[in-house]
């Protein structure tokens, strides 16, 4: 059985784990707040580890257990809890050092908010940009598009419980009672791509039609070009792979691109950091760009 041989094919310790510390120095650079996910992938792009779903579930347990020794710290992955001890005497030697480990973490997140305050209200910013909207459908990413615009008041909302389809439909509800006839809204849109996603701009537009919204909503990430062009890993979880048969749009997808298959968002800043921290940048200045001769926004750039 693969899971149980995963440990001896790779040394974790001395191949791995020097690897996500570098990975993890990487993406501060770059103001992304990794997910698990997204070290995962990373991982599988430096040929590390296969792209395999049980090395993923592997590499969950390894990282809790490398939280909670302090090998790796126990905030890194936003999107996780704090690891639970399960067994004091194997898995740290003191367990009162650990709890203190937890007491330091939630110290420094408390001393230094803006890097963990992560309910995207952005109250700082001096500039509010309520005709902009960034929805992303996973909400651990987040975490990494607050960061990368915490200079701007730009709402972000995520998808946490609902399917993509009723998320949108949702929104599009929201906006159609919120806003003011004529008033044009620009949507950014990351998510995976799929089947679910493949046409997803032509679909959400024709419903604004409908809904009479002037809306101009756009995907910005993952795209088919950029699918292709960094070479992104497929998500090896088998339940999406039956998911997605499950869906009455697989034949057309099918006849397309030659199989199902499904790119998650986190791969794309897994493979290029540096490249999907100025995606995001410049899809919202090239909005901006579009009011320079606004008073409000006039002198206005977005700061990387």
């Keep these: 059985m693969e899971n149980w041989n995963i440990q ?7 191949d791995v784990m020097p690897i996500i510390k570098e990975r993890l120095t990487l993406f501060n650079r770059y103001g992304i707040l990794p997910t698990l996910k997204t070290m995962f992938y990373s991982l599988v792009n430096l040929n590390i580890i ?14 809790n257990k490398a939280r909670i020794r302090g090998d790796l710290p126990i905030g890194c992955f936003p999107e996780q809890d704090l690891p639970r001890i399960t067994n004091s005497y194997s898995e740290f030697v003191n367990a009162k050092e650990y709890i203190q480990k937890i007491v330091n973490y939630l110290e420094e997140t408390s001393a230094n908010p803006s ?3 992560h309910n995207f209200n952005n109250k700082s910013s ?3 940009f309520k005709d902009i909207e960034i929805w992303v459908e996973k909400n651990t990413l987040s975490f990494t598009l607050h960061n990368l615009l915490k200079n701007l008041s730009i709402k972000i909302i995520s998808n946490k419980r609902t399917n993509n389809l009723e998320f949108i439909t949702n929104n599009i509800k929201r906006l159609k009672c919120s806003v003011k006839e004529n008033k044009k809204i620009y949507i950014l849109y990351f998510g995976n791509f799929d089947l679910f996603n493949n046409n997803i701009d032509k679909i959400i537009n024709n419903a604004l039609i409908d809904f009479n919204l002037n809306i101009d909503f756009k995907k910005i990430a993952i795209t088919e070009n950029q699918m292709r062009k960094f070479h992104l ?7 999406i792979i039956r998911k997605l048969d499950s869906n009455l749009r697989k034949d057309y997808f ?24 100025n995606i995001v940048l410049e899809s919202v200045n090239n909005i901006l760009n579009k009011y320079r001769d606004c008073e409000n926004i006039k002198n206005i750039h977005l700061i990387a």
Excluded: C, M
């Design 126 to 128: 001096n500039h509010t």
């Design 50 to 63: 296969p792209n395999s779903y049980n090395y993923y579930i592997y590499l969950s347990k390894y990282a």
């Design 115 to 117: 890097t963990q305050d």
């Design 233 to 239: 890993p497929e998500n090896p979880n088998p339940e």
């Design 8 to 14: 001896k094919r790779v040394n974790w310790n001395n």
């Design 254 to 277: 099918i006849r397309k691109y030659g199989r199902l298959f499904q790119i998650e968002l986190e791969s794309l800043p897994a493979s290029a950091p540096e490249k999907f921290k």
